[in-house]
């Protein structure tokens, strides 16, 4: 069956950092780009944060995390990540991984998602 499954959600402090996982199972990993996407509140849709593609390249951001933000994978491992430095409150909402280069369609297949509540 395949399967992405987040990790690494919690409570974050304001300028803290943070490193989301997503280990994928039952799909060609290392085959595909991923994407890091995020449900904020009083959003409708996923709002895409980075997407690399399947070898590990071309890695994007969207303007929101530039600067903040690195993802990357270990295909070895089957794994995604995604690092934020200097969190902000408006960081706060449901990661998701998703198959695909800035993948956030309903159709495209994701993980049940990791929260981050970002507060003092």
């Known amino acids: 069956e395949a399967q992405l499954e987040e990790s690494g959600g919690g409570l974050i402090q304001p300028g803290d950092s943070l490193k989301l996982s997503c280990v994928a199972s039952g799909i060609a990993f290392g085959r595909e780009a991923m994407t890091w996407a995020r449900q904020v509140p009083g959003k409708e849709g996923l709002e895409w944060v980075a997407a690399i593609s399947h070898t590990g390249g071309a890695p994007a951001y969207a303007s929101s995390v530039k600067g903040r933000a690195t993802i990357s994978r270990d295909n070895a491992k089957k794994t995604l990540y995604l690092e934020l430095n200097s969190v902000k409150a408006e960081d706060a909402g449901v990661y998701y991984c998703?198959?695909?280069?800035?993948?956030?369609?309903?159709?495209?297949?994701r993980g049940p998602g990791t929260r981050v509540t970002v507060s003092n």
């Open positions: 998703t198959k695909g280069y800035v993948c956030t369609a309903p159709i495209c297949m």
